[in-house]
């Protein structure tokens, strides 16, 4: 069975600088996809980033890119020029390409911005 | 598009009370998915609907849950009798289902049960 985990459970980073926040997997699958989603204060999860595990390139959203190491089963997310309104639970998940459904959800990574 | 919409945003009730909640996925999505938020468990998936169809309820807590999608612009979910156990957050996520999409959240129901 497929596991997401999410080593920090809190991170805090000064408003302008670069956060990056760890997300390791275990799949014996090769075909599956990564993303990253945003839960702030009100509670709405919210798409961050998306990886699709037979692209070698990292993807990118303006500030947001991602450092996928296929092999060593590491999706970290990269959060540059940190602003206030990024400050939110961050969860890392999983989803097999053979599935259309089951995400698989990390615990989640609480980021702090620091004015 | 409004995105999903869950009613109510809140839900306050007494232990063996009736519950329902309520979504309205994003139009032209097939897939519908409800979830739970606690601290202790996380995001745990309960059911899964597809072309209003339900394909996997294995995540389904216990026989005082139940849930439907009589069309596939509406779902409930329902709880009978509510227990305090079951305070939670309770999310409708819908998708296109094709390959590689995401799930498109609602702002949660948060559920207290007292």
């Known amino acids: 069975a497929q596991t997401v985990t999410q080593s920090q459970p809190e991170m805090s980073v000064q408003e302008a600088e670069t956060v990056t926040l760890s997300c390791t997997y275990d799949?014996?699958?090769?075909?599956?996809?990564l993303f990253w989603y945003k839960q702030p204060p009100s509670r709405q999860m919210i798409l961050v980033i998306r990886?699709?595990?037979?692209k070698q390139q990292n993807a990118t959203e303006n500030r947001f890119s991602v450092n996928f190491q296929k092999a060593a089963k590491s999706f970290s997310l990269k959060i540059s020029d940190s602003q206030l309104g990024d400050a939110a639970m961050y969860f890392c998940?999983?989803?097999?390409?053979?599935?259309?459904?089951?995400?698989?959800w990390g615990a989640g990574t609480k980021l702090i911005i620091k004015p | 598009d409004a995105g999903v919409i869950q009613s109510p945003r809140h839900e306050v009730t007494e232990m063996g009370q009736e519950v329902t909640l309520r979504c309205k996925p994003i139009?032209?999505?097939?897939?519908l998915f409800w979830y739970r938020q606690t601290m202790m468990r996380g995001l745990e998936l309960l059911i899964y609907?597809?072309?209003?169809?339900?394909?996997?309820d294995s995540g389904m807590p216990e026989d005082r849950f139940s849930a439907k999608m009589p069309n596939a612009s509406f779902s409930t979910l329902k709880i009978q009798p509510s227990e305090p156990r079951d305070s939670a957050v309770y999310f409708c996520?819908?998708?296109?289902?094709?390959?590689?999409?995401?799930?498109?959240f609602g702002q949660g129901t948060r559920l207290t049960v007292v």
């Open positions: 996520a819908s998708s296109n289902g094709a390959r590689g999409t995401e799930a498109f």
């Open positions: 990886q699709e595990a037979y």
């Open positions: 799949t014996s699958e090769s075909d599956y996809y």
């Open positions: 609907f597809n072309n209003n169809v339900p394909i996997d």
């Open positions: 139009s032209g999505h097939n897939s």
């Open positions: 998940a999983y989803r097999s390409a053979g599935s259309n459904y089951q995400l698989i």
